[in-house]
């Protein structure tokens, strides 16, 4: 994609942002995520008319067919709402749903799920983390698949299912092979939210918030849910394999994202700071602690940007997999930048800056989870160092 065409493409979402996806935010607000369905359709329809639905998805299940490092620019425009992946039919957990039954699923699954999935019609979770055991090995759960005929019984317990909240399906991660090592026990498998046995027990209220619809966290149980065998995505024992994929360009796109928000946040922040007067013809940005926010902010902005870039061009040229470190560095690097700017943005509003009355609040709690979700700081920064170390002749081990 030459220079002007992404210019063209930025600007054209940067238009239907305004138009469309910035209002959203009021309206969800005010009328809640079911009373708002009828203006969601509508942004999501202007998208579509627009050429620019599903980015990542090729033209074949009506997507654009972007490359990589272009859908992730485009997603820093998209993220300056929360609403911006969702009306371009990119929001997580759905996209990372696609691409998996994309590289992976059968034809069937690809008809009976993707085709839908990827026209918006039906919405998809991922269902791994469980409550009762630390998120952070991936390795180590309770939840068990078995095969009983033509069946996979599927029973088990499971938090922060984001989005099963009105979903159609989940893909849920499932040891199938207890005695395997330990990277290749757990297997995934799709499960209709409509199979007996499948309970959406509550959406779990964060920091006084539960959401609703896709902008949701549930706990889910499984009661000996029985789907067809073919329900298996790839092969036995793939789960693990299969989520270090899922979860590699993932990361990428919420980096992404997150410089969307962090954009917002400045942007909302030097507008205060210009017009709000501490005392007559004295406008806070006179405060030369005002300009530190600012000035901090404005390099760590550009800093996680460039770095972000970087490792989309690694990714572009070496894959996933090679660039695993990369990956986990701005994964830590950039949310914790998201967290400082946000922060930063607040403090400059005073009071108004924790009222619902701005989008910073919203995004200051939904965005708390950022330096946990797709793996803590502290896992990224050890699997970071457990690399560097190696090559200096140091064998740290994984952390079963
Ligand atoms: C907003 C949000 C959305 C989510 N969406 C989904 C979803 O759609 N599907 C899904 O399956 N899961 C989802 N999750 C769950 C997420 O993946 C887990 O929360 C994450 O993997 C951490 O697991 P845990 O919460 O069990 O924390 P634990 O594993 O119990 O870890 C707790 C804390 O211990 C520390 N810690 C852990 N390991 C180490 C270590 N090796 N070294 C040093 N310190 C360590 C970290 O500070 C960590 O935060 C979501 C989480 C959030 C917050």
Redesign the pocket.
């Known amino acids: 994609m030459t220079d002007e065409a992404m210019e063209r493409l930025l600007e054209r979402a940067g238009e239907l942002m305004d138009s469309h996806v910035y209002p959203l935010e009021e309206t969800v607000m005010a009328k809640g995520w079911e009373g708002s369905a009828d203006e969601r359709a509508a942004a999501r329809a202007a998208v579509k008319a627009a050429g620019l639905w599903a980015p990542q998805m090729p033209e074949e299940y009506g997507g654009m067919g972007l490359p990589f490092r272009p859908h992730a620019q485009l997603s820093t425009v998209l993220g300056r709402s929360t609403f911006g992946h969702y009306a371009f039919g990119c929001q ?2 759905d996209a990372g749903n696609m691409e998996v039954l994309l590289e992976l699923g059968t034809e069937a699954q690809k008809e009976q799920w993707l085709r839908p999935l990827a026209a918006g019609e039906i919405r998809s ?6 409550p009762d ?6 390795t180590w759960m309770e939840t068990r698949a078995e095969l009983d005929g033509d069946e996979w019984v599927v029973d088990g317990h ?1 938090w ?4 099963a909240d009105g979903a159609a399906f989940a893909i849920v ?1 499932a040891v199938t092979e207890p005695e395997g090592p330990a990277h290749a026990r757990a297997s995934m498998i799709i499960v209709p939210t409509d199979a007996p046995g499948f309970e959406h027990v509550r959406r779990i209220s ?1 920091m006084g918030d539960e959401g609703g619809g896709w902008a949701s ?1 549930s706990e889910v149980r499984y009661h000996s849910v029985r789907v067809p065998k073919e329900n298996l995505i790839g092969g036995r024992g793939q789960g693990f394999l299969i989520a270090q994929k899922r979860l590699g360009p993932g990361r990428i796109h919420h980096c992404m994202r997150w410089i969307g928000i962090c954009e917002r946040a400045f942007d909302l922040m030097c507008k205060r700071a210009v017009a709000r007067e501490i005392a007559p013809g004295k406008p806070l940005a006179t405060r030369q602690m005002v300009q530190d926010f600012i000035a901090e902010s404005r390099a760590e902005i550009d800093a996680a940007r460039l770095y972000v870039e970087h490792v989309a061009d690694v990714i572009d040229q070496k894959g996933t997999h090679a660039a695993r470190t990369e990956i986990s560095c701005i994964k830590f690097f950039v949310a914790n930048i998201l967290q400082k700017v946000l922060d930063r943005a607040i403090q400059v509003h005073g009071a108004l800056g924790i009222t619902d009355d701005l989008p910073l609040s919203h995004l200051f709690r ?1 965005e708390r ?1 950022a ?9 990224h920064k ?1 699997s970071v160092a457990r690399r560097i170390l190696r090559g200096y002749g140091l064998e740290l081990g994984s ?1 079963g």
């Open positions: 997580a957990p979770c991922f269902s791994m983390t469980e055991r630390a998120g952070s090995n991936p499971k922060f299912t984001s989005s991660m964060i966290h939904h989870g330096r946990i979700y797709d793996g803590p700081d502290e896992v050890a952390i």
